[in-house]
């Protein structure tokens, strides 16, 4: 019954269809990232008209008086980000040698599968969690220590009062947040180097540190480089747990233990009710940040190609 | 081998195909379905949607009228009427008569509340702490840093307050709460009026953001030394200690419902041209001074008559029958003088087929 069918489409035009209809799919992807920075461009446009470049430069944020600056949110996404990567990678790493090189096998594999599992929590859960157990964590004791027991305070950084929110808050979430990621990703790139690599400095003599120094960090710089821009991609644009912890002010930055914004947080306080030129400065911010984002992509893959091409060299 | 690829692929195909169309012709049936009993669709402010969400549920039962209204906050509601997308729009900021006119709008207030400050200092329980309009002007101003201030023991000689640093809490999300609460400053206080102003959200001078009503109040319960503003149900639910306020009058008065009736009941609605009313600051021995109405959004030209009729009659209901729920959720109902003032107001531009619309019977 089902021979005697006849074919619809012959193999040859089917196997054409698939080729067309796969090029169609790969070069949406494409299309949509320009509708996006069209869209996003077109709807700044009464914001760039309003203020010109003076939106990336000004802080001012004034709903009353309708006067937007963007640098306060810029600033503010700069900065969480840069705690995190700078918390997040060296424990990545360490975590990432521990589980590769020194942890009985057994028990790497359970620590692997729990670094993943924090990969699966939605940030909303890290954003609730934030709120409840970590600021009254950071208000009681961890900034008291900082600044009091630590006499950091003397330090600009970490000067002011403090209550729990802010950006340094906000960017050891994040560093929870990306460590996963990074971590993962160091992991399977500790495996891939080539055991006779190491088993011969081992050999010659290297102590556990020289290996993982001269010959793990050197024949995956690339990798490893790839997990931090990954973290670094994600950090940029988290929002929901940013947004419950870091205090939501207009303000630039100028103590870590001070409330702030970032860009995401930004949008996704102001999105539902702004009108008119307000409405259009978050779609310059939202454009900011898919810039900053791209930025992120196009230098890392630059970077990537010059560690790549150094290490061919060598 | 390949053939027989296709041909399940297609046999696949043709299952989807089949699923799909069933699915789309149920869709099509209860669109249909849908057009026999009226739904109504609303959309705007969240400072009210406690009452809202009681009474679209109790009508809906006692009519049969769908009544869909997302609490998305004040400015969303007015940009979705403006657009058309919703049948109705609701907000805590009251427009202008000019702007009004210009979108061929007409508005009615449908409920009063009261907006409260919360605090979180040790040793301070329920309206125990009294505050007057310049105090709280000068904490939300930053002038004020430390709960051991001068100008607050003054106010509370009874009372030892610690020396803690004030945090001071407010929306990080714009909303009608904001614009009832610094309008009230703007009042009360010359300092806020000339270097911040009044709006749903403001250029505030220091603090922290929280997202909407329970947003503060979680700051405020996880901060101590910290003040904030929200709409009194949600300063029940959380238990958070309210605080005492100077009034008009010069009598410190405790959050209530019977001070926001007492704000409400001295207001002039008969001369608010548009119903545009600020409650705030009203005299009265007994008022409370941070009190908001809470306004509905209709086109005066109506373009479908039956969902009119609907729509009015559930406005109708909510000012009669609905009113004992609001009073219920420490809301303060629209008094009957003001509904009969709404109701002339329907009658002279709310139309549908160039008629007045009949939301008196039940025919």
């Avoid at chain 1, 040698?97 to 993943?116: K, N, Q, R």
Wanted: charge should be neutral; hydrophobic fraction near 45%; proline fraction near 5%.
């Amino acid at each position: 019954m089902e021979n005697s069918k006849k074919q619809l489409i012959s193999p040859d035009a089917a196997d054409q269809l698939f080729k067309i209809t796969t090029a169609v799919c790969a070069l949406l992807a494409a299309v949509v990232m320009l509708g996006f920075f069209i869209q996003l461009f077109w709807s700044s446009i009464p914001a760039i008209k309003t203020f010109g470049l003076d939106f990336l430069t000004s802080s001012e944020w004034d709903p009353v008086k309708n006067l937007y600056g963007a640098m306060p949110a810029i600033a503010g996404t700069l900065v969480t980000t840069a705690i995190a990567v700078v918390i997040a990678v060296p424990l990545s790493f360490i975590v990432a040698m521990f589980l590769v090189e020194t942890a009985p096998p057994a028990l790497s594999h359970t620590l692997s599968h729990a670094i993943d599992l924090l990969a699966a929590i939605p940030s909303i859960i890290y954003g609730m969690w934030g709120l409840f157990i970590f600021v009254p964590f950071m208000q009681n004791q961890v900034q008291p220590f900082l600044a009091n027991t630590l006499h950091l305070k003397v330090i600009p950084l970490f000067a002011g009062e403090y209550n729990g929110f802010g950006f340094l808050t906000s960017g050891i979430i994040l560093a929870v947040m990306i460590l996963p990621f990074i971590c993962a990703v160091m992991r399977d790139v500790f495996r891939m180097v080539p055991p006779v690599l190491k088993e011969s400095a081992f050999g010659a003599g290297a102590t556990s540190w020289e290996v993982t120094l001269d010959i793990t960090m050197r024949y995956g710089a690339r990798g490893l480089l790839g997990a931090i821009f990954l973290g670094l991609g994600r950090a940029v644009g988290e929002t929901m747990a940013v947004l419950f912890v870091i205090g939501n002010v207009q303000k630039m930055p100028t103590s870590l233990y001070q409330a702030g914004t970032t860009i995401s947080a930004t949008l996704a306080n102001n999105f539902a009710e702004a009108q008119g030129v307000f409405r259009s400065a978050l779609f310059e911010l939202g454009l900011i940040l898919l810039v900053i984002s791209f930025l992120i992509q196009v230098l890392a893959q630059f970077w990537l190609n010059r560690v790549s091409r150094q290490m061919g060299e060598k | 081998m390949l053939k027989s690829t296709f041909k399940l692929i297609r046999k696949e195909q043709m299952n989807w195909f089949k699923k799909t169309a069933g699915l789309s012709i149920v869709a099509g049936l209860t669109a249909v379905s849908g057009f026999c009993t009226e739904t109504i669709n609303g959309a705007g402010a969240s400072f009210p949607e406690p009452v809202y969400r009681v009474w679209t549920y109790n009508f809906q039962k006692a009519t049969g009228t769908r009544i869909n209204y997302q609490s998305v906050g004040s400015g969303a509601g007015i940009n979705q009427i403006k657009s058309k997308t919703v049948d109705f729009g609701a907000t805590d900021n009251p427009l202008k008569l000019e702007e009004l006119e210009k979108n061929g709008l007409m508005q009615f207030p449908m409920l009063m509340g009261g907006v409260v400050i919360v605090v979180n200092v040790p040793g301070v329980e329920i309206n125990q702490l009294k505050l007057d309009g310049e105090t709280v002007g000068n904490i939300f101003l930053g002038n004020i840093k430390n709960w051991n201030d001068q100008a607050i023991a003054k106010l509370n000689p009874e009372l030892k307050l610690p020396d803690l640093p004030v945090t001071v809490v407010h929306r990080s999300d714009s909303s009608g709460t904001t614009w009832i609460f610094t309008d009230y400053l703007a009042k009360v206080s010359a300092g806020w009026k000339k270097d911040v102003g009044c709006d749903k959200s403001v250029k505030w001078p220091v603090g922290i953001g929280g997202q909407k009503n329970p947003g503060v109040c979680n700051n405020v319960e996880k901060v101590k030394g910290s003040i904030g503003y929200v709409e009194y149900t949600y300063a029940l639910e959380s238990k958070l200690p309210t605080v005492m306020l100077k009034n008009c009058d010069g009598n410190f008065v405790k959050p209530e419902i019977s001070t926001f009736q007492a704000a409400g009941a001295n207001a002039d609605w008969q001369n608010a041209p548009a119903f545009y009313m600020e409650l705030n600051d009203q005299p009265g021995k007994d008022s409370w001074p941070i009190t908001g109405a809470t306004f509905i959004l209709i086109y005066k030209n109506q373009e479908n008559k039956a969902k009119a009729e609907a729509m009015l009659k559930y406005f109708k209901w909510c000012f009669t029958e609905g009113a004992q729920s609001a009073t219920n959720l420490k809301y303060v109902p629209i008094p009957e003088t003001v509904f009969n003032l709404v109701k002339s107001a329907w009658d002279k531009s709310v139309v549908a087929d160039g008629k007045p619309v009949n939301y008196k019977s039940e025919e």
